[in-house]
């Protein structure tokens, strides 16, 4: 699956890139990239936050002095899905409702297409509701 959404040319060149650095293109590493590449200061130090000689994420990075709110948000929603990761003691920060609460929540929304989209194969009708009930 292709994402269909990029913030600027700077985040499709870095997802790209990074794709072709690990050579794997399955979901995780999909979502992962795509989301850490959003942010320009995330894209800036991905070696942060990503260890490419295992192939893994590195939570420490999540308390780098470059980190801002934004930032945090991006990495959080990337960590948590590479494999379901929340920091201990502070998962109420990585619920939609701390992590949307910023001008990437389109871009976040694309990173879960992209790490599930088995179920996100299938786009439901909208809901017309009635402005009053009738009796």
């Known amino acids: 699956m292709k994402p269909t959404l990029f913030r ?3 985040h499709e060149a870095f997802y790209y890139r990074m794709l ?3 050579r794997n293109v399955d979901g995780y590493h999909r979502a992962l990239f795509y989301t850490l ?3 320009k ?3 800036g130090h991905i070696h942060d936050v990503f260890d490419f000689s295992n192939g893994g994420i590195k939570p420490e990075g999540l308390s780098a ?6 930032s945090v948000r ?13 920091q201990a003691g502070a998962e109420r920060y990585s619920t ?3 992590l949307f609460d910023c001008g990437f929540a389109p871009y976040f929304v694309e990173a879960i297409r992209l790490r599930y989209p088995e179920y996100c194969k299938v786009q439901l009708p909208p809901v017309n509701f009635k402005a009053e009930r009738s009796r």
């Open 74 to 86: 991006t990495c959080r929603l990337a960590f948590n899905l590479w494999k379901g990761w929340s």
């Open 20 to 22: 072709d650095e690990c």
């Open 37 to 39: 590449g959003i942010s």
């Open 8 to 10: 600027d040319s700077e």
């Open 65 to 70: 002095p470059w980190q801002t709110g934004s």
């Open 41 to 43: 200061d995330t894209r």
């Open 96 to 98: 939609p409702h701390e």
